[in-house]
Protein backbone atom coordinates (compact mmCIF):
# COMPACT_ATOMS: atom_id res chain seq x y z
CA UNK A 1 0.00 0.00 0.00
CA UNK A 2 1.37 3.25 -0.84
CA UNK A 3 1.50 6.21 1.33
CA UNK A 4 -0.13 9.59 1.43
CA UNK A 5 1.65 12.62 2.63
CA UNK A 6 -0.82 15.26 4.47
CA UNK A 7 -3.96 17.03 2.46
CA UNK A 8 -3.05 14.50 -0.50
CA UNK A 9 -5.91 12.34 -2.02
CA UNK A 10 -5.92 8.78 -3.10
CA UNK A 11 -7.63 9.33 -6.52
CA UNK A 12 -6.12 10.02 -9.46
CA UNK A 13 -6.42 13.79 -10.42
CA UNK A 14 -9.90 14.77 -12.95
CA UNK A 15 -8.60 13.88 -16.23
CA UNK A 16 -7.50 16.96 -18.59
CA UNK A 17 -9.71 16.70 -21.96
CA UNK A 18 -7.56 18.67 -24.94
CA UNK A 19 -8.74 18.53 -28.60
CA UNK A 20 -11.79 16.45 -29.08
CA UNK A 21 -13.27 18.59 -31.44
CA UNK A 22 -10.76 18.18 -34.16
CA UNK A 23 -12.28 16.84 -37.13
CA UNK A 24 -10.28 14.85 -39.47
CA UNK A 25 -10.64 15.31 -43.65
CA UNK A 26 -12.14 12.60 -45.31
CA UNK A 27 -9.42 9.98 -47.28
CA UNK A 28 -10.49 10.71 -50.63
CA UNK A 29 -10.75 14.86 -50.15
CA UNK A 30 -7.24 14.39 -48.06
CA UNK A 31 -5.48 12.86 -50.74
CA UNK A 32 -6.63 15.06 -53.57
CA UNK A 33 -5.41 17.65 -52.09
CA UNK A 34 -1.96 16.14 -50.71
CA UNK A 35 -1.87 14.83 -54.95
CA UNK A 36 -2.56 18.22 -56.24
CA UNK A 37 0.50 19.87 -53.95
CA UNK A 38 2.56 17.40 -55.33
CA UNK A 39 2.10 17.51 -58.77
CA UNK A 40 2.50 21.78 -58.10
CA UNK A 41 5.91 20.69 -56.26
CA UNK A 42 7.08 17.27 -56.65
CA UNK A 43 10.27 17.43 -54.78
CA UNK A 44 8.30 17.99 -51.55
CA UNK A 45 9.01 15.27 -49.29
CA UNK A 46 6.73 16.09 -46.36
CA UNK A 47 3.62 15.78 -49.30
CA UNK A 48 5.22 12.38 -49.98
CA UNK A 49 5.35 11.07 -46.42
CA UNK A 50 1.79 12.68 -45.74
CA UNK A 51 0.37 11.06 -48.71
CA UNK A 52 2.36 7.75 -48.52
CA UNK A 53 1.19 7.72 -44.86
CA UNK A 54 -2.49 7.92 -45.73
CA UNK A 55 -2.32 5.35 -48.19
CA UNK A 56 -0.49 3.00 -46.07
CA UNK A 57 -3.71 3.72 -43.33
CA UNK A 58 -5.69 2.31 -46.19
CA UNK A 59 -3.74 -0.75 -46.81
CA UNK A 60 -3.11 0.24 -50.10
CA UNK A 61 0.79 -0.86 -49.55
CA UNK A 62 2.17 -0.75 -53.22
CA UNK A 63 0.73 3.04 -54.16
CA UNK A 64 2.39 4.07 -50.64
CA UNK A 65 5.90 2.53 -51.41
CA UNK A 66 5.40 4.20 -54.96
CA UNK A 67 4.92 7.63 -53.80
CA UNK A 68 7.95 7.47 -51.67
CA UNK A 69 10.23 5.99 -54.21
CA UNK A 70 11.35 9.39 -55.11
CA UNK A 71 11.95 10.28 -51.28
CA UNK A 72 14.24 6.97 -50.76
CA UNK A 73 15.99 7.55 -53.46
CA UNK A 74 17.22 11.05 -51.93
CA UNK A 75 17.88 9.08 -48.82
CA UNK A 76 15.56 11.34 -46.78
CA UNK A 77 15.23 9.78 -43.43
CA UNK A 78 12.00 9.66 -42.06
CA UNK A 79 10.73 8.66 -45.39
CA UNK A 80 12.98 5.44 -45.30
CA UNK A 81 11.76 4.31 -41.48
CA UNK A 82 8.21 4.81 -42.78
CA UNK A 83 8.83 2.55 -45.93
CA UNK A 84 10.40 0.05 -44.08
CA UNK A 85 7.38 0.51 -42.12
CA UNK A 86 5.26 -0.11 -44.80
CA UNK A 87 7.40 -3.12 -46.79
CA UNK A 88 7.09 -4.94 -43.09
CA UNK A 89 3.59 -4.83 -43.62
CA UNK A 90 4.05 -5.96 -46.83
CA UNK A 91 5.46 -9.02 -45.49
CA UNK A 92 8.51 -7.53 -47.40
CA UNK A 93 11.02 -8.07 -44.77
CA UNK A 94 14.56 -7.74 -46.42
CA UNK A 95 13.52 -4.63 -48.09
CA UNK A 96 11.93 -3.16 -44.42
CA UNK A 97 15.18 -3.99 -42.74
CA UNK A 98 17.67 -2.51 -45.35
CA UNK A 99 15.38 0.93 -45.39
CA UNK A 100 15.49 0.83 -41.28
CA UNK A 101 19.40 -0.10 -41.48
CA UNK A 102 19.78 2.99 -43.52
CA UNK A 103 17.39 5.37 -41.53
CA UNK A 104 18.84 4.42 -38.51
CA UNK A 105 22.42 5.21 -39.79
CA UNK A 106 21.06 7.91 -40.37
CA UNK A 107 19.98 9.06 -36.49
CA UNK A 108 16.62 9.21 -37.69
CA UNK A 109 13.97 9.06 -34.46
CA UNK A 110 11.89 5.61 -34.01
CA UNK A 111 14.09 3.53 -36.77
CA UNK A 112 15.75 1.64 -34.50
CA UNK A 113 12.95 0.19 -32.64
CA UNK A 114 11.28 -0.10 -36.30
CA UNK A 115 14.19 -2.03 -36.98
CA UNK A 116 13.93 -4.38 -34.10
CA UNK A 117 10.29 -5.20 -34.84
CA UNK A 118 11.41 -5.73 -38.89
CA UNK A 119 14.23 -8.14 -37.79
CA UNK A 120 12.20 -9.96 -35.16
CA UNK A 121 9.61 -11.03 -38.40
CA UNK A 122 12.63 -11.92 -41.06
CA UNK A 123 15.29 -13.54 -38.24
CA UNK A 124 13.39 -14.35 -35.18
CA UNK A 125 13.02 -12.79 -31.54
CA UNK A 126 16.58 -13.99 -30.44
CA UNK A 127 18.00 -12.59 -33.66
CA UNK A 128 16.13 -9.02 -32.41
CA UNK A 129 16.89 -9.23 -28.25
CA UNK A 130 20.20 -6.68 -28.28
CA UNK A 131 18.24 -4.52 -30.97
CA UNK A 132 15.36 -4.43 -28.56
CA UNK A 133 17.13 -4.35 -25.52
CA UNK A 134 19.24 -1.47 -26.57
CA UNK A 135 16.64 1.05 -27.18
CA UNK A 136 15.28 0.12 -23.64
CA UNK A 137 18.28 1.27 -21.81
CA UNK A 138 18.46 4.73 -23.88
CA UNK A 139 14.42 4.69 -23.20
CA UNK A 140 12.94 2.19 -20.83
CA UNK A 141 8.89 3.16 -21.78
CA UNK A 142 9.66 2.43 -25.56
CA UNK A 143 6.74 -0.46 -25.50
CA UNK A 144 7.32 -1.93 -28.65
CA UNK A 145 11.19 -3.14 -27.44
CA UNK A 146 9.55 -4.65 -24.76
CA UNK A 147 6.91 -6.61 -26.81
CA UNK A 148 9.98 -7.96 -28.00
CA UNK A 149 12.26 -8.80 -25.57
CA UNK A 150 8.82 -9.96 -23.81
CA UNK A 151 8.26 -12.47 -26.05
CA UNK A 152 12.03 -13.79 -26.49
CA UNK A 153 12.51 -13.99 -23.33
CA UNK A 154 8.71 -16.13 -22.98
CA UNK A 155 10.00 -18.30 -25.74
CA UNK A 156 12.99 -19.06 -23.88
CA UNK A 157 11.41 -20.12 -20.61
CA UNK A 158 12.83 -17.52 -18.95
CA UNK A 159 9.88 -15.42 -16.74
CA UNK A 160 11.46 -14.92 -13.65
CA UNK A 161 13.94 -12.65 -16.24
CA UNK A 162 11.08 -11.11 -17.24
CA UNK A 163 9.69 -10.36 -14.24
CA UNK A 164 12.85 -8.93 -13.07
CA UNK A 165 12.92 -7.13 -16.53
CA UNK A 166 9.45 -5.33 -15.72
CA UNK A 167 10.35 -4.26 -12.52
CA UNK A 168 13.29 -2.78 -13.44
CA UNK A 169 12.02 -0.58 -16.23
CA UNK A 170 9.11 0.58 -14.07
CA UNK A 171 12.03 1.37 -11.43
CA UNK A 172 13.68 3.62 -14.41
CA UNK A 173 10.05 5.05 -15.34
CA UNK A 174 8.26 3.11 -17.96
CA UNK A 175 4.57 3.59 -17.40
CA UNK A 176 3.02 2.31 -20.52
CA UNK A 177 0.33 -0.24 -21.31
CA UNK A 178 2.97 -3.03 -22.54
CA UNK A 179 4.45 -3.09 -19.10
CA UNK A 180 1.66 -4.21 -16.69
CA UNK A 181 0.32 -6.43 -19.59
CA UNK A 182 3.87 -8.29 -19.83
CA UNK A 183 4.41 -7.95 -15.88
CA UNK A 184 1.24 -9.30 -15.43
CA UNK A 185 1.80 -12.71 -17.43
CA UNK A 186 5.26 -12.99 -16.34
CA UNK A 187 3.74 -13.50 -12.95
CA UNK A 188 1.11 -15.81 -13.95
CA UNK A 189 4.28 -18.32 -15.61
CA UNK A 190 6.18 -17.56 -12.25
CA UNK A 191 3.03 -19.07 -10.53
CA UNK A 192 2.77 -15.82 -8.18
CA UNK A 193 -1.06 -15.39 -8.31
CA UNK A 194 -1.17 -12.79 -5.77
CA UNK A 195 1.31 -10.50 -8.08
CA UNK A 196 -1.20 -11.15 -11.20
CA UNK A 197 -4.62 -10.31 -9.18
CA UNK A 198 -2.17 -6.73 -8.47
CA UNK A 199 -2.28 -6.24 -12.50
CA UNK A 200 -5.49 -7.80 -13.70
CA UNK A 201 -8.64 -6.82 -11.14
CA UNK A 202 -11.59 -7.06 -13.01
CA UNK A 203 -13.58 -6.20 -9.67
CA UNK A 204 -12.50 -3.21 -9.45
CA UNK A 205 -11.45 -1.83 -12.85
CA UNK A 206 -13.56 -3.53 -15.64
CA UNK A 207 -16.61 -1.45 -16.36
CA UNK A 208 -19.70 -2.38 -17.82
CA UNK A 209 -22.95 -0.92 -18.40
CA UNK A 210 -25.42 0.53 -20.66
CA UNK A 211 -25.08 3.99 -22.25
CA UNK A 212 -27.54 3.58 -24.78
CA UNK A 213 -30.60 5.56 -23.13
CA UNK A 214 -28.10 8.76 -22.67
CA UNK A 215 -27.37 8.76 -25.79
CA UNK A 216 -30.75 10.28 -27.24
CA UNK A 217 -34.36 9.49 -25.53
CA UNK A 218 -34.76 6.66 -27.85
CA UNK A 219 -31.90 4.28 -27.79
CA UNK A 220 -32.84 2.10 -30.32
CA UNK A 221 -33.29 5.09 -33.01
CA UNK A 222 -30.03 6.53 -31.95
CA UNK A 223 -28.41 2.81 -32.62
CA UNK A 224 -29.89 2.24 -35.73
CA UNK A 225 -29.62 6.33 -36.93
CA UNK A 226 -25.78 5.60 -36.27
CA UNK A 227 -25.53 2.35 -37.59
CA UNK A 228 -26.28 3.64 -40.80
CA UNK A 229 -23.85 6.72 -40.50
CA UNK A 230 -20.98 4.46 -40.18
CA UNK A 231 -22.02 1.89 -43.15
CA UNK A 232 -21.98 5.00 -45.28
CA UNK A 233 -18.90 6.81 -43.64
CA UNK A 234 -16.50 7.53 -46.74
CA UNK A 235 -13.22 6.50 -44.70
CA UNK A 236 -14.10 2.90 -44.22
CA UNK A 237 -11.29 0.84 -45.08
CA UNK A 238 -9.94 -2.87 -44.57
CA UNK A 239 -6.97 -3.55 -41.97
CA UNK A 240 -3.52 -4.01 -43.07
CA UNK A 241 -1.58 -7.21 -41.33
CA UNK A 242 -0.01 -4.25 -38.60
CA UNK A 243 -3.51 -4.63 -37.04
CA UNK A 244 -5.06 -6.71 -34.31
CA UNK A 245 -8.07 -6.97 -37.04
CA UNK A 246 -8.73 -9.86 -39.26
CA UNK A 247 -11.26 -9.26 -41.39
CA UNK A 248 -13.99 -6.69 -41.72
CA UNK A 249 -13.82 -3.23 -42.46
CA UNK A 250 -12.50 -0.11 -40.09
CA UNK A 251 -12.67 3.73 -40.35
CA UNK A 252 -9.56 4.59 -38.67
CA UNK A 253 -10.42 8.24 -37.40
CA UNK A 254 -14.10 8.33 -36.90
CA UNK A 255 -14.08 12.22 -35.61
CA UNK A 256 -14.91 13.34 -39.02
CA UNK A 257 -17.05 15.84 -40.44
CA UNK A 258 -19.94 13.86 -41.70
CA UNK A 259 -20.27 11.90 -38.22
CA UNK A 260 -22.45 14.34 -35.92
CA UNK A 261 -24.09 10.99 -33.88
CA UNK A 262 -20.61 10.05 -33.54
CA UNK A 263 -19.74 13.84 -32.34
CA UNK A 264 -22.98 13.53 -29.55
CA UNK A 265 -22.26 9.87 -28.63
CA UNK A 266 -18.19 10.70 -27.73
CA UNK A 267 -19.72 13.24 -25.34
CA UNK A 268 -21.81 10.37 -23.10
CA UNK A 269 -18.70 8.45 -23.54
CA UNK A 270 -16.13 11.25 -22.04
CA UNK A 271 -18.89 11.52 -19.25
CA UNK A 272 -18.55 7.98 -18.88
CA UNK A 273 -14.76 7.78 -18.39
CA UNK A 274 -14.87 10.81 -16.14
CA UNK A 275 -16.95 8.95 -13.63
CA UNK A 276 -14.54 5.31 -14.23
CA UNK A 277 -11.98 7.52 -13.44
CA UNK A 278 -12.91 9.08 -10.56
CA UNK A 279 -12.97 5.96 -9.14
CA UNK A 280 -9.25 4.81 -9.54
CA UNK A 281 -6.89 4.37 -6.66
CA UNK A 282 -3.51 6.72 -7.65
CA UNK A 283 -0.80 4.17 -7.73
CA UNK A 284 -2.64 1.21 -9.23
CA UNK A 285 -0.87 -0.69 -11.22
CA UNK A 286 -2.23 -0.21 -14.71
CA UNK A 287 -1.60 3.32 -16.84
CA UNK A 288 -4.65 5.11 -15.75
CA UNK A 289 -3.77 4.75 -11.99
CA UNK A 290 0.09 6.28 -13.08
CA UNK A 291 -1.82 9.24 -14.45
CA UNK A 292 -0.63 12.04 -12.25
CA UNK A 293 -2.40 14.97 -14.61
CA UNK A 294 -1.66 16.26 -18.16
CA UNK A 295 -3.38 16.64 -21.53
CA UNK A 296 -5.47 13.65 -22.60
CA UNK A 297 -7.66 13.19 -25.87
CA UNK A 298 -9.29 10.42 -27.61
CA UNK A 299 -8.76 8.69 -29.74
CA UNK A 300 -12.15 6.76 -31.63
CA UNK A 301 -12.33 4.10 -34.46
CA UNK A 302 -15.02 1.78 -35.61
CA UNK A 303 -15.14 -1.62 -36.46
CA UNK A 304 -17.50 -3.63 -38.78
CA UNK A 305 -17.27 -7.16 -38.84
CA UNK A 306 -18.93 -10.24 -40.37
CA UNK A 307 -18.28 -13.98 -40.97
CA UNK A 308 -15.03 -15.28 -39.36
CA UNK A 309 -13.61 -11.16 -38.77
CA UNK A 310 -12.81 -10.88 -35.18
CA UNK A 311 -9.97 -8.97 -33.48
CA UNK A 312 -7.22 -10.98 -32.13
CA UNK A 313 -5.22 -10.86 -28.93
CA UNK A 314 -3.81 -7.08 -27.97
CA UNK A 315 -3.82 -4.47 -26.17
CA UNK A 316 -3.26 -0.49 -26.89
CA UNK A 317 0.11 -0.02 -25.81
CA UNK A 318 -0.05 3.41 -25.69
CA UNK A 319 -3.38 4.47 -23.84
CA UNK A 320 -4.77 4.97 -20.09
CA UNK A 321 -7.96 3.47 -20.44
CA UNK A 322 -9.88 1.45 -23.82
CA UNK A 323 -13.56 0.65 -24.33
CA UNK A 324 -15.58 -0.41 -26.56
CA UNK A 325 -19.26 0.73 -27.41
CA UNK A 326 -21.88 -1.71 -29.40
CA UNK A 327 -23.85 0.10 -31.81
CA UNK A 328 -25.54 -2.95 -33.44
CA UNK A 329 -24.84 -6.88 -32.05
CA UNK A 330 -26.94 -9.62 -34.36
CA UNK A 331 -29.73 -11.49 -32.39
CA UNK A 332 -29.25 -15.52 -31.80
CA UNK A 333 -25.20 -15.65 -31.51
CA UNK A 334 -23.55 -19.10 -31.38
CA UNK A 335 -22.76 -18.98 -27.64
CA UNK A 336 -19.83 -16.46 -26.68
CA UNK A 337 -19.84 -15.52 -30.82
CA UNK A 338 -18.65 -12.03 -31.00
CA UNK A 339 -18.19 -11.53 -27.36
CA UNK A 340 -15.53 -9.49 -25.77
CA UNK A 341 -12.99 -11.88 -24.06
CA UNK A 342 -10.38 -9.87 -21.68
CA UNK A 343 -7.32 -11.95 -20.26
CA UNK A 344 -3.38 -12.34 -20.00
CA UNK A 345 -1.78 -10.92 -22.94
CA UNK A 346 0.16 -13.84 -24.84
CA UNK A 347 3.58 -13.73 -25.50
CA UNK A 348 6.36 -16.08 -27.14
CA UNK A 349 3.43 -18.00 -29.35
CA UNK A 350 1.68 -19.01 -26.23
CA UNK A 351 -1.89 -18.57 -25.54
CA UNK A 352 -3.66 -16.37 -23.27
CA UNK A 353 -4.09 -18.60 -19.43
CA UNK A 354 -7.72 -19.62 -19.10
CA UNK A 355 -7.56 -18.85 -15.41
CA UNK A 356 -7.24 -15.05 -15.80
CA UNK A 357 -10.25 -14.87 -18.61
CA UNK A 358 -13.62 -12.90 -18.58
CA UNK A 359 -16.25 -12.60 -21.28
CA UNK A 360 -18.60 -9.64 -21.70
CA UNK A 361 -21.13 -10.08 -23.58
CA UNK A 362 -21.93 -7.72 -26.40
CA UNK A 363 -25.48 -6.07 -26.81
CA UNK A 364 -26.55 -2.50 -28.31
CA UNK A 365 -25.89 0.31 -26.23
CA UNK A 366 -23.19 -1.29 -24.05
CA UNK A 367 -20.01 0.60 -22.78
CA UNK A 368 -17.37 -1.68 -21.60
CA UNK A 369 -14.22 0.57 -19.87
CA UNK A 370 -11.08 -1.52 -19.04
CA UNK A 371 -7.31 -0.25 -18.56
CA UNK A 372 -5.72 -0.11 -21.66
CA UNK A 373 -2.80 -2.91 -20.10
CA UNK A 374 -5.95 -5.15 -20.03
CA UNK A 375 -5.43 -7.75 -23.02
CA UNK A 376 -8.40 -8.56 -25.31
CA UNK A 377 -9.98 -10.03 -28.16
CA UNK A 378 -13.29 -10.67 -29.94
CA UNK A 379 -14.41 -14.12 -30.53
CA UNK A 380 -14.96 -14.46 -34.03
CA UNK A 381 -18.69 -13.45 -35.18
CA UNK A 382 -19.78 -16.89 -37.29
CA UNK A 383 -23.03 -14.57 -38.77
CA UNK A 384 -23.48 -12.94 -42.10
CA UNK A 385 -24.93 -10.01 -40.72
CA UNK A 386 -22.83 -7.01 -39.34
CA UNK A 387 -21.52 -7.08 -36.19
CA UNK A 388 -21.07 -3.02 -35.44
CA UNK A 389 -19.28 -1.32 -32.52
CA UNK A 390 -17.01 2.14 -31.70
CA UNK A 391 -13.57 1.56 -29.73
CA UNK A 392 -11.50 4.29 -28.71
CA UNK A 393 -9.05 4.77 -26.42
CA UNK A 394 -7.54 7.68 -23.94
CA UNK A 395 -4.12 8.47 -24.77
CA UNK A 396 -1.50 11.52 -23.53
CA UNK A 397 -2.15 14.54 -25.97
Known amino acids: MHSLAPGTTDRIPPLDWVGLDRRSADNDMAEALLRDGLARDAGNMLLRRKLAGLLYDQSRLAEAVAVLAPAVAKEDGVALRLHGEIAGAAGDFDAAVKALETANGLSVPGSLVALALA ?16 VLAETPDNWQALGIEASHLTAAGKHRELEELCVDLERRGARNAELFAVWASARAACGDDAGVSRLI ?43 ATIGGE ?29 SIQRGARNPLGRYSGGAVTLTIWALILDGAAHEQWHIHPSGLVSGVYYVDVPDGGDGEAGALELGLLPLGGAESQAGWRRIVRPANGLLALFPSSYAHRTIPVRQARNRISIAFDVVRA
Open 119 to 134: VARRDGLAVASPVARA
Open 201 to 243: DYASFLSVADIGASARARPDDFNLALREELLGHRNLVKPHSSR
Open 250 to 278: RIDDLRTRDSPLVAQLTDCIRDAIDAYAA
